[in-house]
């Protein structure tokens, strides 16, 4: 059999957290990066405006187009800058535009754009705008800039990896690995002739630690099969001096054998019984329920008998709990199931709690026509409970709805589509106002859509 390093399935284990780690790191790493670059490309558009602003609005105020052509292409220059734009304002027509792009550029919504208003004082206190100064980044120089910073975060990590990854395999060898291997060795050595052979490990004894723990638990139990050994030893001498014996003690042990097996197969067939019982009410549970149900719905195709399924739902419980209290809505629970219990009492008649407020009543040989009887009857049978519920929007006292469905050999090839239907007539019964009983229409299963 081929064996599996602890220490290498560990450095791959690390291997795998760094390379996730790494991706993560760099992530956010990069997105702070990209962050600062925006913000430094932000700060250069600063400066750049801040340069150029009191001498574009001195060209624009005095109308020398060539100095304002010559700052235009300047600015324009500059690494970050993809595009300067001037518009200069003007009271008797449309403002007139002058703009330098960078070849290549074109406008981004990741780059920086910074506006900035001209203004010119032609005398001391007296400012008049002139036109607007609009500076925009160059997305690619923001993309050239976070390449070049990828590339060390990226390589960065990686090393921190790799030498992570070596650390913790060197110090799992040097701690763990060795002295693991030297256990076995002493495991793989032992006989019952040399248990007393006690196993050490070369290292400091002082130190105290899991391998500390473990070298006490392998001589511990060297010590323990020691003592069994020589008890057994012990045994078999008394069983040869008792040989005569023998035969009286196992006729005595076999029958106390056979005793204790009857009362095993009476605790397992009252446990079976238990495992098949909801605790709560004493009805049949989701377990029971769903092998019954395979065994009527075999019965109904192979003989052509009917068989009916009602789904019952308690109305409002949720808000009967929460009213009344868990312990109320326990003893509620207990006396539905009673009523729905002594209602469908013929025999073969299965009645079972399937969820927490749901009870289902398998009726083998009933059609639908008698299965809406005795639904209405239980539904009369609840309502005589007289169980009261301030909060119900249906009734002052507990109530149900029954969605019933019959079985249809030609449309049903599994029992879960007479449930399904069964369920969908609950929902209508709930849609209807509840407290009554919704019988399923017939309609193609999930089995007939899928064949």
């Not at 009362?263 to 709560?280: F, W």
């Amino acid at each position: 059999m081929r064996r599996n390093s602890l220490g290498g399935r560990l450095v791959l284990a690390t291997l795998a957290f760094c390379l996730l780690f790494t991706v993560v790191v760099a992530a956010l790493r990069t997105w702070s990066a990209w962050q600062n670059n925006v913000a430094a490309m932000s700060g250069e558009l600063q400066l750049i405006a801040q340069v150029y602003q009191r001498t574009l609005s001195k060209s624009i105020w005095d109308m020398d187009r060539e100095s304002l052509q010559a700052h235009l292409t300047s600015a324009a220059n500059v690494a970050s800058v993809g595009q300067v734009v001037v518009s200069l304002q003007s009271s008797n027509r449309a403002p007139e535009v002058f703009q330098r792009r960078r070849e290549g550029w074109r406008p981004s919504t990741l780059a920086p754009v910074l506006h900035v208003k001209l203004d010119y004082e032609a005398f001391p206190g007296s400012r008049e705008a002139v036109g607007e100064f609009s500076l925009y980044g160059d997305e690619r120089v923001l993309w050239q800039r976070l390449r070049a910073e990828m590339v060390a975060i990226v390589a960065t990590q990686v090393a921190q990896s790799l030498l992570l990854a070596s650390l913790i395999m060197l110090m799992f060898s040097r701690l763990v690995t060795v002295h693991v291997r030297r256990i076995a060795q002493h495991l793989s050595q032992l006989t019952p002739l040399n248990l007393d052979t006690k196993l050490t490990l070369e290292r400091d004894r002082r130190r105290q630690d899991e391998l500390s723990l473990l070298v006490s638990g392998v001589n511990q139990l060297q010590g323990n099969l020691s003592d069994y050994l020589e008890r057994q030893q012990r045994d078999e001498k008394e069983l040869i001096a008792h040989r005569d014996n023998l035969a009286a003690l196992v006729r005595e042990r076999t029958l106390e054998l056979e005793k204790t097996n009857d009362r095993l197969e009476s605790a397992n067939a009252m446990l079976d019984g238990l495992a098949r019982t909801d605790p709560l009410t004493g009805l049949a549970n989701r377990r029971h329920f769903d092998e019954t149900k395979e065994i009527e719905f075999r019965r109904a195709q192979r003989n052509g008998q009917p068989l009916s399924l009602l789904v019952c739902d308690i109305d409002e419980f949720k808000r009967y709990n929460d009213a009344y209290g868990h312990a109320k809505g326990d003893q509620c629970l207990r006396a539905v199931a009673r009523a729905i219990e002594s209602t469908c009492a013929r025999a073969g008649e299965l009645v079972s709690r399937i969820g927490g407020e749901e009870f289902a009543v398998l009726l083998p040989g009933t059609d639908a026509q008698t299965g809406t009887l005795l639904a209405t009857q239980l539904l009369q049978a609840v309502a005589e409970l007289g169980i009261a519920h301030r909060d119900s929007g249906t009734a002052p006292f507990i109530t149900v709805s029954i969605g019933l469905a019959q079985f249809d050999a030609e449309r049903m090839q599994s029992f879960d589509a007479l449930f399904e239907q069964a369920d969908t007539a609950l929902y209508l019964a709930k849609s209807r106002g509840r407290n009554q009983v919704a019988v399923a229409e017939p309609q193609k299963s999930l089995d007939d859509k899928w064949s």
